[in-house]
């Protein structure tokens, strides 16, 4: 399949998702006013790898910014990765946040919360 | 006319204003001004945490100001620009502080006000769990998020949020928003 690579912008994120090695990642901000048209895409881009994933995807998620437009978005990506896991493939979450970013670590852990997979909770030190 | 839009704005300019705006609330509007805001709080703060959680703050605050804004009928003032809206970007003491403000229609108010009540009341626990609930069961629109936005400002500020209604006319209010984050 197609994989998706776009570049970030100052209110989107960059995106790759690769079907051949099972890596997903979503990098930068998400702060659309409109998150749904942006997200389309890599929710039925989900659906399709679903159908025959990797062994093993590994998703990394490193989010500087992210608005709640976008919050709903992203539940959505989780819920098509939790749909491949329960299917009995491995699902790796790497939770990306920046040092002391409190609220960034609490939003993982609230989609953790959600979503029946563990995150890895990574820490970004400068 | 009890209500005085220019008397309002300068009400809102409380404090060391870094950034003010009246007029149309657009999206090239609000890709600007969140452009300008960052370069400008990197001069004025050093703690990138304090730097982030302004800036996610305004991100919210003002796609939300852009979300709700209520246009007045052409008939009842001709003068004011269309998707009206204000707000002020201010330092007071150690806090920064957000407030907006915009029309409103007079039948929306009361919903309004329960959610941000409700809001205001929750604790940080509470808080917590009434935004994963929504973002788990709301469906949201296009426009919105059911309401998420508010309760991640509550969330992120403690709390801190603060609002009120000044009537216009028999149909619309102006809502004015002021939120605080502690330094």
């Known amino acids: 399949m197609e994989s998706i690579a776009l570049e970030g912008t100052p209110k989107t994120p960059t995106v790759n998702m690769d079907g051949a090695t099972g890596i997903v990642e979503i990098k930068g901000r998400s702060i659309p006013e409109n998150s749904i048209e942006f997200y389309r895409p890599l929710v039925e881009w989900l659906e399709e790898y679903s159908k025959e994933p990797q062994q093993l995807t ?9 608005n709640t437009s976008s919050s709903k978005c992203i539940l959505d990506v989780f819920k098509k990765l939790e749909a491949i896991k329960k299917a009995r493939n491995e699902v790796i979450i790497n939770w990306y946040y920046e040092e002391d970013d409190e609220d960034m670590l609490e939003a993982g852990e609230d989609y953790e919360s959600i979503i029946r997979i563990p995150f890895k909770m990574i820490e970004v030190v400068d | 006319m009890s209500f005085n839009i220019d008397e309002r704005y300068s009400k809102m300019n409380q404090g060391e204003v870094l950034l003010a705006y009246k007029g149309s609330i657009t999206a ?9 805001v960052e370069s400008k709080l990197d001069h004025v703060i050093d703690k990138s945490i304090t730097k982030k959680k302004i800036y996610n703050i305004l991100v919210e605050s003002l796609q939300n100001l852009y979300h709700h804004v209520d246009d007045l009928p052409y008939m009842v003032n001709e003068s004011m620009d269309i998707h009206f809206g204000i707000f002020v970007i201010s330092k007071m003491d150690e806090s920064y502080v957000i407030r907006t403000g915009n029309f409103i229609r007079n039948d929306k108010i009361k919903k309004l006000t329960e959610r941000l009540d409700k809001i205001k009341s929750l604790t940080r ?5 009434l935004y994963k609930f929504v973002l788990n069961n709301q469906k949201f629109s296009d426009k919105g998020g059911g309401g998420l936005g508010l309760i991640d400002i509550a969330r992120r500020t403690g709390g801190g949020v603060d609002y009120e209604f000044d009537n216009y006319d028999n149909d619309y209010s102006f809502f004015s ?3 605080t984050i502690d330094n």
């Open chain 2, 177 to 179: 928003f002021t939120i």
């Open chain 1, 58 to 66: 590994t998703v990394n998620i490193q989010l500087e910014y992210f």
């Open chain 2, 28 to 36: 090239e509007l609000i890709t600007n001004v969140l452009g300008v």
């Open chain 2, 125 to 129: 626990d509470e808080l917590k769990e």
